[in-house]
């Protein structure tokens, strides 16, 4: 069973900085697309990015595109998102996902494994 632990989210001011970590456990990794999507109360969760097995090819949802990268470090099982320039509407609950599948979508339904999620919070 893949279990998926957040960690790096936090209080931070408009225009700061900050790298959440997802750490997987099992043998999957390696050879699975993630992604990070994110949610607030009563809203949808949606989408922020999705990186392919390698690391080669990466999509972003356009209200984050230029300001996140994802990357990730498959001997460590472990992928990252970088966030920078940080907005109070990126404030939510951040949430990473694995599918059984090497190659990216954006389409919620089609990831297996979820996390607990990490709270972001952006100050104005």
């Known amino acids: 069973q893949v279990q998926l632990v957040e960690s790096g989210g936090g209080l931070v001011q408009a225009g700061d900085s900050l790298r959440l970590s997802c750490v997987a456990s099992g043998r999957t990794f390696s050879s699975a697309a993630m992604a990070w999507f994110r949610q607030n109360p009563g809203k949808e969760r949606e989408i922020v990015g999705t990186?392919?097995?390698?690391?080669?090819?990466?999509l972003y949802a356009d209200s984050v595109k230029g300001r996140f990268t994802i990357s990730r470090y498959n001997a460590e099982n472990t992928m990252y998102l970088q966030m920078a320039n940080l907005r109070s509407e990126d404030t939510a609950v951040y949430y990473c996902?694995?599918?059984?599948?090497?190659?990216?979508?954006?389409?919620?339904?089609?990831?297996?494994?979820w996390g607990q999620g990490t709270q972001v919070t952006v100050s104005s």
């Open positions: 996902a694995e599918r059984r599948r090497r190659f990216i979508t954006t389409l919620r339904r089609y990831y297996d494994y």
């Open positions: 990186i392919n097995w390698n690391g080669d090819s990466t």
